[in-house]
């Protein structure tokens, strides 16, 4: 019976375990999701596991588990003898982003029930004021995260692709349609 309680609390301290290591996976992944939105980590910049292992406290096999979870957000792209690179993005790929990315919000945005509730809109003037702020600011980590807090609000953004919503951050609630060439051009300077 002993052995049996042994076995029994292995598995408990196993599984123990493992939500550990999602919530250091999870952790890690938001902060160098932040960092390449944000620019504080460049495209084609260099991802070194020893690095990111000394960064976060993270053993080898965590650190492979946030990158694998990056690349299939499409924040990060793995090459064989070369390792992890943030993601570069053409000028064409960047277009193409944003034209889908315009869709899907129009599309999210004509399924909100209206009229809105009270408190709905209440809460909604509350981030935006929290944007506005964060903006003049220029505190892009409270700009980004007042936009992801703006997403769980409507269960039909939360879903979109992580790539889509963070493809312009800072332009919140603001968001503006721009169709000159000078405006391609100034979207895909930012990305690169």
């Given at each position: 019976m002993?052995r049996h309680?042994?076995?029994s609390q292995q598995?408990?301290?196993g ?11 999870q952790?890690t992944?938001?902060a ?28 080898r096999?965590?650190v ?5 979870g ?6 990060v ?7 992890a690179?943030?993601?570069?993005y ?20 004509s ?5 809105v ?24 980590k409270?700009v980004f995260?007042?936009n992801?807090?703006l ?7 939360y ?11 800072w ?14 051009r100034?979207?895909h300077?930012?990305?690169?």
């Amino acid at each position: 019976m002993a052995r049996h309680t042994n076995t029994s609390q292995q598995y408990d301290s196993g599984a123990q375990r493992d939500a550990n290591v999602d919530v250091q996976v999870q952790r890690t992944i938001e902060a160098l999701e932040e960092d390449i939105v944000l620019g504080y980590l460049y495209p084609r910049e260099r991802l070194i596991e020893d690095d990111l292992r000394a960064r976060f406290n993270l053993k080898r096999h965590v650190v492979r588990q946030v990158l694998k979870g990056l690349e299939q957000m499409g924040l990060v792209e793995r090459k064989k003898n070369i390792g992890a690179l943030v993601r570069s993005y053409t000028e064409e790929e960047v277009r193409d982003l944003y034209q889908t990315r315009e869709i899907l919000e129009t599309s999210c945005a004509s399924l909100i029930p209206t009229p809105v509730s009270s408190e709905t809109l209440d809460e909604l003037k509350r981030i935006q004021r929290t944007h506005d702020e964060a903006v003049k600011l220029t505190d892009l980590k409270a700009v980004f995260r007042s936009n992801l807090v703006l997403c769980f609000i409507n269960r039909v953004i939360y879903l979109m692709p992580s790539l889509i919503l963070h493809a312009q951050p800072w332009q919140g609630l603001h968001q503006q349609t721009w169709s000159s060439e000078t405006a391609w051009r100034c979207r895909h300077y930012e990305h690169r």
